[in-house]
């Protein structure tokens, strides 16, 4: 109902913001300068329409439209497959979607391979001629088998009247299946299947595991037929199985076919075993003949016209079967694009784009789930809250040498066995957080663990970044010795520092954050010092004139000028902390985002991935429009002089 909802709400919101938008080009100012800043201002009417163009796409290709109006046309479309699969192997045996019969291709193949070995021995200068005398009889011999075959004098009335009773099993189930009761099934039977029904739940149903709290799908398509339509193909592939099954167990091998193969058989076995070691040749030569001698017997060849009936009750079936999907086949052809329904054996998947690309509704289900406390991914929580005394906070922000550097020693222990704390020995309890205060709530989570360590290695960056760069824009001497040095580290892939950082300081926050903090450093110290080098002489030299300082030149001149600079660079960085971060999340860690990601892809979790990735992109897209609010605030002079 939801996508149903959501569907038709795009339609509408397309279709209302593009006949505003025309509406409003209509009435605008027809003066207006080409290229002037003021025409790309506004524009949500066409912000909506991109951003409902992208979800629509997202829909269809997910096949989450097709979920959403047509609930059951998976379970329908798995039962037909579970029909085109009986079928392949009886149309494959046919000039049906191939251009012959299986049994001509394999007579030209293996009477080609006849062919070339017989020319092969007879030019085989490690042959004698009495060697090839015999493995060429053999060669004949063999290739007389196939008229055996083929020849409709020698065919047996048994194997006349089993074919025939396969092709009257056809044409019964082609007479059967077009009856509306098809195929006939008991109030016991239709109990049964409900409650398999029942068990095997809807199309994508995401599931949680109540043991351990994570989350689980149930099989991806449901193969119970839930449908009468549905019914129908399930219970006319099952019937289509056994046919086939009987077509391939029967073999069409007379009296004369088996004695001549048989002795054919043990004459090459014979001859093999009486050659010497140093005349593998011929041995292997006589072995391969014998392979070509078993892959006729084992093929399922007749004569030319002896298949026709059963050919022709083949296709009568499938034009039925093909007539009988009806409006399914449309659905399929509009609301299935990239791929459809397949079957394997007792299951059936998605083959295309709504395997890889789930559907967004499945992935908002998800989230949801994976939004619960209670279950979270891995025990942990996406973003939540935990309360934790101001203690802790304290004695992580103090440093603990500021116990150790007050005079006198810490306590020790009297012969009794007890401690008598001093002033030191509690100022030591105070910067380690050994003490209780009261609790306020803090973020924790997957979401919260990445947040922060991009927040702290950009804050990092920024801190040492800026003043850096704005002393190498400004002095020679900086410039000089710290060019070298960021110049060398800064066009290094971080992926390239990951291994070592991480191998150093460790798996957990601070390697991590020591690494986004490289990679922020070189982009801020690169945009302050451009800023910085970049001020107009003439407002320094205006500044001078009216008597200011370095330092006020520095803050009301210089600084002001690389702010734009500065704040660009902020939002480069930001997107390389966030791509940096996921794979150092991948290498090594224990949550995050990217830990999330890395675990969904060994299990094959796409909605899991895609979350990850919307997570990302919307905690990017955060931190970009708090960028652009501060620079609209702070310099609205940027790009006006």
């Not at 004695?259 to 058989?265: A, D, E, M, R, V």
């Not at 116990?403 to 704390?421: C, F, N, Q, R, S």
Request: proline letters at 5%.
């Amino acid at each position: 109902m939801l996508t149903q909802f959501v569907t038709i709400l795009i339609i509408v919101s397309v279709i209302g913001c593009v006949l505003y938008g025309r509406r409003l080009i209509r009435t605008e100012k027809v003066d207006a300068v080409f290229g002037n800043p003021e025409r790309a201002k506004g524009g949500t009417h066409w912000v909506i329409v991109g951003s409902s163009a992208i979800l629509m796409l997202w829909l269809y290709y997910s096949w989450d439209i097709a979920k959403g109006f047509y609930p059951k046309s998976a379970n329908e479309l798995c039962q037909v497959a579970k029909i085109n699969e009986s079928l392949l192997g009886l149309k494959y045996q046919f000039p049906i979607e191939e251009r012959e019969f299986k049994s001509t291709s394999i007579i030209k193949i293996e009477n080609k391979n006849l062919v070339k070995i017989a020319n092969e021995i007879k030019g085989s200068p490690d042959l004698n001629d009495q060697q090839k005398t015999i493995l060429i009889s053999y060669i004949d011999r063999t290739s007389k088998l196939i008229p055996l075959l083929t020849s409709e004098e020698l065919m047996e009335m048994d194997t006349k009247i089993k074919l025939q009773e396969i092709t009257e099993e056809i044409k019964l189930l082609s007479s059967n299946f077009q009856k509306k009761d098809y195929p006939f099934e008991t109030d016991a039977q239709k109990t049964e299947r409900q409650k398999l029904i029942d068990e095997q739940g809807g199309w994508g149903i995401t599931t949680i595991d109540s043991g351990s709290g994570s989350i689980e799908n149930t099989i991806e398509i449901p193969t119970a037929p839930q449908t009468n339509k549905g019914l129908k193909f399930h219970a006319a592939a099952a019937e289509l199985k056994k046919i086939d099954d009987k077509f391939f167990k029967l073999k069409n091998h007379n009296p004369p076919f088996k004695s001549s193969i048989k002795q054919l058989k043990d004459d090459i076995k014979a001859y093999r075993k009486g050659l010497d070691d140093s005349e593998e040749i011929a041995s292997d030569y006589a072995k391969n003949i014998v392979k070509i001698a078993r892959r006729i017997e084992f093929a399922s060849i007749y004569p030319p016209n002896a298949l026709n009936e059963m050919q022709a009750a083949i296709i009568e079936f499938d034009e039925l079967q093909n007539k009988e999907q009806a409006g399914l086949r449309l659905i399929d052809i509009l609301l299935f694009p990239a791929g459809t329904i397949v079957a394997s054996g007792p299951t059936c998947s998605e083959q295309g784009s709504g395997r890889w690309l789930p559907k967004p509704s499945d992935t908002f289900n998800k989230f949801v789930l994976m939004s619960k406390p209670s279950v979270g991914y891995k025990n942990v929580p996406l973003l939540w809250i935990e309360m934790v005394d101001v203690s802790k906070m304290i004695g992580f922000v103090l440093p603990d040498w500021i116990a150790d550097i007050l005079p006198g020693e810490y306590p020790v222990h009297t012969k009794d066995g007890i401690v008598k704390e001093n002033f030191k020995s509690n100022v030591l309890k105070v910067v380690t957080g050994d003490f209780k205060l009261f609790k306020v709530p803090v973020p924790y989570g997957h979401i919260w663990d990445s947040f922060m360590r991009v927040f702290l290695g950009l804050v990092f960056g920024i801190i040492i970044g800026v003043p850096l760069g704005l002393f190498m824009g400004l002095n020679r001497f900086a410039k000089g010795f710290f060019d070298p040095l960021i110049e060398l580290y800064r066009p290094v892939p971080p992926l390239a520092w990951a291994p070592l950082i991480i191998s150093v300081l460790g798996i957990d926050n601070s390697g991590k954050i020591f690494l986004l903090f490289m990679v922020s450093l070189s982009i801020m110290i690169i945009s302050a010092r451009a800023g910085a080098s970049g001020t107009q002489l003439s407002k320094i030299h205006a500044a001078h004139s009216l008597g200011a300082t370095k330092k006020q030149i520095l803050r009301y001149v210089i600084f002001p000028n690389s702010l734009p600079e500065i704040l660009t660079g902020i939002r480069v960085a930001v997107g390389m902390c966030w791509g940096t971060l996921v794979a150092a999340e991948f290498l090594a860690g224990t949550t995050g985002i990217g830990f999330v990601e890395n675990v969904a892809k060994k299990y094959f979790q796409y909605e899991v991935i895609w979350i990850t990735i919307f997570i990302m992109g919307l905690l990017g897209l955060l931190f970009d429009v708090t960028l652009r609010k501060i620079i609209d605030k702070t310099i609205p002079w940027r790009g006006k002089g």
